[in-house]
């Protein structure tokens, strides 16, 4: 494989709420067009790893670089190109609760594209709206009139407005229906062929994790205790990694990719 | 990014060649369509093989060259071409509008459906008022089911905690009546009953109306904000399945807890606001303590306090299921508890409002003037 483009470099970083410390010296690099899952039991910090990254969450210590440039102290004004290049994805979806589904997804084109005319922007949610699998009348519905899938559909289709090289997943099939999963899992692996993108994935859907992710990382003791393919995290000797996809239902998924394999 | 797209045109065999290149995406893609728009041939082939990058309005912009136009693709990669058949087949008649309504219409439905709110509201309530009954005479018959903590947490919460803000409240504007009292009875040298209105304003309306109107704005929103947001996630249903009815674990401590500190604390509002007025009488007017309460011991009837005794808790019992009531209607989102919370309030002291009307001329016929 060769040497990629390094888009995320945390180093050092650490994290605490009150006494509670949540990472302490954590390293993490992603590197472009990759899949890069990031798993750990409950309470490890996942997604506050991913608000530091973001910018969401100012870490007590450590360096954060996303696309080169380094997120920590900048102002708001100086962070907004930064931003426009990565799309977010909250756990309940996080929309506008005032828009409709299709005006949500038009807020980042018209934030950082003033100016384009309504006719295209109604184009672009009408195909973003259908790309992440809404029904046809989803549109127009405002997020209270969603399910809880619904309003995760809606969310991914925000966050991909923008076409973004980035983009941060926090558990995006958690609540999903199996079929629902499986075509996000499609859309995010078709997506990423064709715009090249990178995506930050946290996740507990092991089937997800077997599906489309090129390199995990395991959070574990605040810091990110291994980073590799499947495999190779399954060849370590860490008793969390090897009951995490040895257990019952890691070997069902590894079970079920196998046969897909062999299918193909 | 100072990669630009670049679009040329030229005519090749009858057929009019659209060659792209540079970059397809969403920051050209305004100048891109308005120069597109300009190009009226027919027989449309969309050359894209020096295209470097391109992102899926520009997928879309190609799409809909071939959908409407009837373009033909040709040089596209394979990962344009995915994007190309992605794009296409997201093609669908999804709808982002609302439907029209027209304002007659649109307003004729708001009249309609407030209406209709006005009257589920009010069945609501005596509906919520008979589970009350309910419940009381559960507990009345089960005195082991009557939670104490909860009760005097409660009174805690809507009785001590109020005293502060409450007194100084009723303090200031007992100081305010007398004060302007004092400037108009001055006209006619009649300063000494400055008392009398201090007095009798103060124990017959004014202490527990405005205690009332702070106890909804303080425990009425928070009953309604705090059941709201148990309601959102979950908890009240969860009691339920426990087999803990809400009504007995929530709602009556609360109504119980107002009920009883309403006509403590509407009493305790005029008494300051006495204190305000006696003060502003001995400073400004030269009346000394002594004096003014003598003279307030005279002129005030003890119906005036037989009347706050009687209308407080009926007040807080009016504030204390406008806050229940309205927080177990949350549905839906977050934005809902604070409509239901602002509802509450206002709810409360409205109907407050107008049943110390109907108080004022009951206790009028019955002779307590």
Redesign the interface.
Known sequence: MTERETIIEVKGLRNSFGTQVVHEDLDLAVKRGEIFGVVGGSGTGKSVLMRSIIGLQKPDAGEITVFGESMIGRDEEEAKHVRRRWGVLFQGGALF??L???ENIQVP?KEF?P???QE?L??????????SG?G?????KY??ELSGGMRKRAGIARA?A??PELLFLDEPTAGLDPIGAAAFDQLIS??R????LTVFLITHDLDTLYAICDRVAVLADKKVVAVGTIPELLALDHEWIQEYFKGPRGRAAAAINEREEADA | MSVTTDLSSNVEGGKCVLRFSGSLTLLRVRRLSEELGEIEAENLVVDLSDVEKMDTVGAWLIHKLERDRGATIVGATEEQQLLIDHVTGADQPVKIKRDYVSPFQRVLGQIGASMMLAGRTMLGLLGFFGALLITIWNIIRRPRRFRLNAVTQQFEVVGVDALGIIGLMSFLVGIVIAEQGAVQLRQFGAEIYTINLIGRSALKELGVLMTAIMVAGRSGSAFAAQLGSMKLSEEIDAMRTIGVSPMEALIFPRVLATVLMMPLLGFYAAVLAIVGGGLFCWISLGIPPVTFIQRTREVVPMTDLWQTIIKAPVFGLIIAMAGCFQGLQVQGNAEEVGLRTTTAVVQGIFLVIVIDAFFAVFFTEIGWT
């Open positions: 609760s005032g409709t589904v299709a084109i594209f100016g384009l005319d295209l109604d184009e672009i949610a009408v195909y973003k709206t259908a790309m809404l046809v009348d989803a549109g127009a997020p209270s991909l923008l076409d078709e997506l062929h064709a715009l090249g």
